[in-house]
């Protein structure tokens, strides 16, 4: 199975920054797109950033010029640089992967646990 842990939440001041980290374990043959998503209390997951093979990249538009989102092949790790935080980017982060195990033929999507990223004004 895939394992995907993250790391870097925290609470931070406004205009502050911080780093998250989402390393992906197992039985890894491909991966076809990272990604970072958040949820806020009472609202749906919404996408973040999203990074996909050939280091294509896309921003939801309340982050673009704050956010920078960047992966390490060799790590199976996607990283989502947080800058500028504002009170409004409070919320539980996923990380996303969209790949492939060794021993099948089909692209899957996994979810980390979550971590929680609180901006204070």
């Known amino acids: 199975q895939v394992q995907l842990v993250e790391s870097g939440g925290g609470l931070v001041q406004a205009g502050g920054s911080l780093r998250l980290s989402c390393a992906a374990s197992?039985?890894?043959?491909?991966?076809?797109?990272m990604g970072w998503y958040r949820q806020a209390p009472g609202k749906q997951r919404e996408l973040v950033a999203h990074i996909i093979i050939g280091d294509s990249t896309n921003y939801a538009d309340s982050v673009k010029g704050r956010f920078t989102i960047s992966r390490d092949n060799a790590k199976n790790t996607v990283y989502l640089q947080m800058n500028s935080l504002k009170p409004e980017d409070t919320a539980v982060y996923y990380c996303n992967f969209n790949l492939m195990l060794s021993y099948s033929v089909y692209y899957l999507n996994y979810w980390g646990q979550g971590t929680q990223v609180t901006v204070s004004s």
């Open positions: 197992g039985r890894i043959s491909s991966i076809r797109t």
